[in-house]
């Protein structure tokens, strides 16, 4: 039997055992190093020859071993299922024999072993599992309350060493971020000084490979009128309709199944086993496939978030590329529309020639910056004047182009001594026979001679002008002619039709942009009543005042809304 000296020698080893120990596993930062130090110290002290530690896995409710000792067929990393209660998980410690099937593993590599509680206040740890004792005898209290104290000890090192070691992995994940954001953030400046898909597909590309080490991988991008493979590597180019296939098969993140695959066979040959989804504005407008990693790794969230700012950055970039061309191209059509416009203008009469006898005025006002309808005033050899108004189906270039065509033909046929039904008809065959089925012209034109204040007219299928005589309150439309121009190959002569004009007489000629107008809500037209009524209340105006007030309610009536060219030519007895 040990003398009191010597047990009192013997637990001041042991206390200054576990002050050592306390200070050492305390400053430690590496959950292995403790772990090891305090199965060492158990066999050592207690002269055991199996030693283990057994760590709690929260997801699997099983224990990890872990720095296993003369264990014998106990490995590190390998599982157990232990049957616990919450009353044992309460206890420092508890004998293998005690637990009877609840620890059978343990028992048949641990013979009469221990198992001690690695606990903080609060969780749950795992447990410093011993066998009993080389010397087959049993352990004492002393023995222990050492392991019991050692094991407090050794789990709050557990507990600041698995703290330290996520705040490493969160360091490095952060610092990994940061990285990221940098790259990101220089990758923005470089797109952003590049005008250029190709170059930026290509920054693209090489920024992919070398921060994901990505080797297979594509860039699909819809634009408005298509489906296009912006880059690419290591990657066979499907058919277009099969590009499609790939946007209706994507959603934000997409693994490649069985499914995708039968669709889109070219995946499997470039080993593609991802496809990412990038949108903007809720509109998907690119897709992204990836192949496995150089380095073998799986992709994490983090590195698809990466993946995915990267493509938006870049998608951005070819999307403002397309916005740049489109607005090039706007503003060179612009430049071609104010030049027809200036063009335009230039064929219709300014100033409008005085005609003796009549107050006359004209405007056109266009929907569109060139447009398809037209007047004309023009004086003949023999000092007389005609007048003209078209109206040519449809807008813009093609209406203005046929427009052009009629005021050089008119204009090449002025000097000739020829009558208006025979001028119309080779006016008529010339646009039938050098024009689309499709396109015609309404036309009214006439001749005014000065000295018997007469005009005679033909109308081709236009609106019939309106007389208004003076002191009466019913029109005279001028409707007398034949077919409008470019329908059909002359097959009957046009009748024309000469009427007198005395002081107050007005002739209002429109188009039917006017009796047409369409009010903002109801889609009702303005109609030749209104135009009828209008001209009556200013019939004691001047031309230019009649002209202005039927402008006027014109655009009253549809709220500033011009859906078709307006043209008016009137002209007064004075």
Not at 25 to 40: H, P, S, T, W
Not at 169 to 175: E, I, P, S, T, W
Not at 469 to 480: C, D, I, K, P, V
Request: proline share 3%; charged share 25%; hydrophobic share 40%.
């Amino acid at each position: 039997m040990a003398s009191p000296n010597t047990s009192q020698r013997h637990s001041r080893l042991d206390l200054k055992t576990v002050l050592e120990t306390s200070r050492v596993l305390i400053e430690a930062k590496d959950v292995q190093f403790v772990l090891e130090n305090l199965v060492r110290i158990a066999m050592g002290k207690l002269l055991v020859s199996r030693a283990t530690i057994l760590l709690y896995n929260d997801d699997s409710d099983t224990y990890s071993v872990k720095a296993a000792r003369g264990t014998g067929s106990l490995t590190d990393k390998q599982s157990l299922k232990l049957s616990l209660t919450k009353n044992h998980l309460g206890k420092p410690y508890l004998k293998l024999d005690k637990l009877g099937d609840r620890a059978n593993d343990l028992l048949k590599h641990l013979p009469g072993g221990v198992i001690f509680n690695l606990r903080t206040s609060s969780h749950h740890l795992g447990f410093l599992a011993i066998s009993g004792k080389l010397t087959k005898e049993e352990f004492t209290d002393e023995e222990l309350e050492f392991l019991e104290s050692l094991c407090i000890i050794s789990s709050t090192a557990i507990a600041n060493s698995k703290m330290f070691d996520q705040l490493k992995q969160a360091n490095r994940a952060l610092d990994q971020r940061i990285h990221e954001l940098h790259t990101l953030f220089d990758l923005s400046k470089e797109f952003n000084l590049l005008s250029s898909r190709e170059k930026i597909s290509r920054i693209f590309k090489f920024a992919l490979m070398g921060q994901l080490l990505i080797r297979s991988f594509f860039l699909v991008y819809k634009s408005s009128d298509r489906t296009e493979l912006l880059t690419s590597s290591n990657f066979q180019i499907p058919p277009q309709n099969a590009l499609q296939k790939l946007f209706d098969l994507t959603e934000d993140i997409t693994p490649v199944s069985r499914d995708i695959l039968d669709s889109v066979p070219e995946l499997t040959e470039s080993d593609i086993t991802s496809l990412v989804g990038i949108s903007v504005q809720g509109r998907k407008i690119a897709v992204i496939g990836v192949g496995r990693r150089a380095n073998g790794k799986s992709f994490s969230d983090s590195d698809y978030n990466f993946l995915k700012s990267l493509a938006n950055l870049a998608v951005n970039s070819i999307q403002r590329t397309f916005l740049l061309e489109e607005r090039i191209e706007k503003e060179r059509m612009e430049e071609e529309l104010l030049l027809a416009k200036s063009i335009q203008n230039r064929l219709l009469p300014d100033p409008i020639p005085d005609v003796r006898g009549l107050d006359l005025t004209a405007l056109t006002v266009s929907s569109y910056q060139v447009g398809g309808d037209y007047f004309d005033v023009a004086e003949t050899p023999d000092g007389n004047h005609i007048f003209a108004i078209a109206d040519v189906t449809g807008k813009g270039f093609p209406a203005a182009l046929l427009m052009a065509n009629l005021q050089s033909m008119l204009h090449i046929l002025l000097p000739f001594e020829i009558t208006l039904p025979v001028a119309t008809e080779r006016i008529n065959d010339l646009i039938f026979q050098n024009t689309p089925s499709d396109k015609f012209i309404t036309f009214f034109w006439g001749k005014y001679f000065v000295d018997t204040r007469t005009f005679k007219y033909v109308n081709a299928g236009h609106n019939p002008p309106l007389l208004l005589r003076r002191g009466s309150l019913e029109f005279t439309e001028l409707s007398e002619g034949g077919l409008l121009l470019g329908a059909m190959q002359t097959f009957a002569p046009y009748e024309s039709e000469e009427v007198e004009l005395k002081q107050g007489d007005v002739v209002v000629c429109f188009t039917d942009g006017v009796n047409e107008a369409q009010s903002g809500e109801e889609e009702e037209e303005f109609g030749m009543e209104r135009l009828k009524q209008v001209i009556l209340k200013h019939r004691d105006e001047s031309a230019s005042d009649i002209r202005d007030s039927i402008i006027d309610a014109v655009n009253r009536f549809s709220d500033g809304h011009q859906f078709d060219d307006i043209t008016l030519l009137i002209f007064k007895a004075c």
